[in-house]
Every structure is written in structure tokens, then in C-alpha cells.
């Protein structure tokens, strides 16, 4: 079993930045790549982006490219989701998922199967 734990979220202007973290526990021989996802109010739960262990590979959704960067610390089983020029659609729930996903799933929550209770973000204008 693997245990995914948020944090970061927090109620922030357009235009600034913040950085969630994604901390796992258990047997995190369980995972080769981490996901971020968000859900806002009544809105399916989207991909925002993700990261393979194994050859380093990144993916974001069009809507954050260019403005979110998806690291990791590996001696603190730490994922990171740096957002920047945040956006009021940002505002959202945001999750950090762990599984093994394939090519085809690695922006889909399917490919995942562990999940954190997620962090709010809040962006004003």
C-alpha cells in the first residue's frame, strides 16, 4: 500500500506562485510515475500533469504547460507541482496520484492507483 499526503494549496492572487507537494509512504516499490490532478466544484476530476521515475519523462495538459513543472525528490519520496502565473481557473482540488501507468494512460486516471485527499488552491483576480 502506498499513502499520498498533500500540501501547499492555499488561497493565492493571479499572477503568483505555489508549490504543492506530494509526500508518499508504504512500499513505494508500488509506483514508477506520479500524477497531478485537479477538480473543480461540479467539473470531472482533469489531468494537469505527470512524471515517469524510470527515463524521467514529464506530461502536462495544454492549459499549464509552459506555467507548471512537475520534480521530485527522490531521498524524500517527494513530488512537487511548481504552478506559476496562476490563473483564477486554476482554482481547484488538486491530487497527487501514484501508479504505474503505460504510455497510454500517463495522463489518465486510470492509470493510477493510489490517490491523496487532495489540497485546495484558490486563485482570485
Known amino acids: 500500500q502506498v499513502q499520498l499526503v498533500e500540501s501547499g494549496g492555499g488561497p493565492v492572487q493571479a499572477g503568483d506562485s505555489l508549490r504543492l507537494s506530494c509526500v508518499a509512504s508504504?512500499?513505494?516499490?508500488?509506483?514508477?510515475?506520479v500524477g497531478w490532478f485537479r477538480q473543480a466544484s461540479e467539473n470531472e476530476r482533469e489531468f494537469v500533469g505527470s512524471i515517469r521515475f524510470t527515463g524521467g519523462g514529464s506530461y502536462y495538459a495544454d492549459s499549464v504547460k509552459g506555467r507548471f513543472t512537475i520534480s521530485r525528490d527522490n531521498a524524500k519520496n517527494t513530488v512537487y507541482l511548481q504552478m506559476n502565473s496562476l490563473k483564477p481557473e486554476d482554482t481547484a482540488v488538486y491530487y497527487c496520484?501514484?501508479?504505474?501507468?503505460?504510455?497510454?494512460?500517463?495522463?489518465?486516471?486510470?492509470?493510477?492507483?493510489?490517490w491523496g485527499q487532495g489540497t485546495p488552491v484558490t486563485v482570485s483576480s
Open positions: 496520484a501514484a501508479g504505474r501507468p503505460i504510455l497510454s494512460t500517463i495522463r489518465q486516471k486510470r492509470g493510477f492507483t493510489y
Open positions: 508504504g512500499d513505494t516499490s508500488n509506483y514508477n510515475a
